[in-house]
């Protein structure tokens, strides 16, 4: 049962141009909300995240929107610059304080220069 | 070192073999994670120390998989007579205190089992 789903396995995007990177969840317990970002052979990295009680939040190129009613949230990241490609992860958490992250599947974004 | 260290960073084992994967955590952190990416999958949740609790376990996909951690440092993950569908890639990740603190991630260990 994939709680944290990413339906689009890849997405191709011009430099330049905005990138939006979908993510769905289930569990209506999940509060909390990250992106991570994986080049091949490494780890992944956080990028940012978000809690239930907001519904954007903004890091530089990188913003993440939440939207609780139709347990959705989206990363933008504009513009889009080919050292942006890699695979992005969605990531929740519920409400217990010492609560694992759930992953979703990944997203592998290709900036064409 | 500065950041979560794994080794080895591939492991090629025969079917039915034991494998020990170990993982050191930033210096002062009490969270640690192993996670586990097959191929075409997401991240695996395997199993979660914090501290001197006792471990989140519930991610061990069978009683093969165990997982230690040694004087709230170093942690082994230990899969027993391993499998073909054991191999993936293990990742290790520590947090400073917990969930709602980033996880950092190693560079994880490639297992193929033959």
């Known amino acids: 049962d994939q709680q944290v789903k990413q339906n689009s396995p890849s997405l191709s995007v011009q430099e330049g141009r905005i990138s939006i990177l979908n993510c769905d969840y289930t569990?209506?317990?999940?509060?909390?909300f990250l992106w991570y970002k994986k080049y091949p052979a490494e780890g992944p990295t956080f990028l940012i995240s978000?809690?239930?009680?907001?519904d954007k939040n903004e890091d530089g190129r990188f913003t993440v929107f939440l939207n609780k009613s139709a347990k959705h949230l989206s990363l933008h990241i504009v513009p889009s610059q080919p050292g942006d490609s890699a695979v992005y992860f969605c990531?929740?958490?519920?409400?217990?304080?010492?609560?694992?992250?759930?992953f979703g599947k990944g997203i592998t974004l290709s900036v064409r220069p | 070192g500065a950041g979560v260290s794994q080794s080895p960073s591939n492991k090629v084992t025969e079917k039915g073999k034991d494998v020990e994967l170990r993982c050191d955590p930033i210096?002062?952190?009490?969270?640690l994670y192993w996670y586990r990416q097959s191929l075409g999958q997401g991240l695996e949740f395997l199993i979660y120390?914090?501290?001197?609790?006792?471990?989140?376990k519930s991610g061990l996909p069978s009683d093969r998989f165990s997982a230690e951690r040694t004087g709230g440092s170093v942690s082994t993950l230990t899969i027993q007579r391993t499998q073909q569908e054991d191999s993936a890639v293990y990742l290790c990740?520590?947090?400073?205190?917990?969930?709602?603190?980033?996880?950092?991630f190693g560079s994880g260990t490639q297992l193929s089992v033959l």
């Open positions: 990740a520590s947090s400073l205190s917990g969930v709602r603190e980033k996880l950092f």
């Open positions: 210096s002062g952190h009490t969270a």
């Open positions: 120390f914090q501290g001197n609790s006792a471990p989140d």
């Open positions: 569990n209506s317990m999940f509060d909390y």
């Open positions: 978000i809690s239930s009680i907001k």
């Open positions: 990531a929740a958490s519920d409400t217990g304080a010492n609560s694992k992250l759930t």
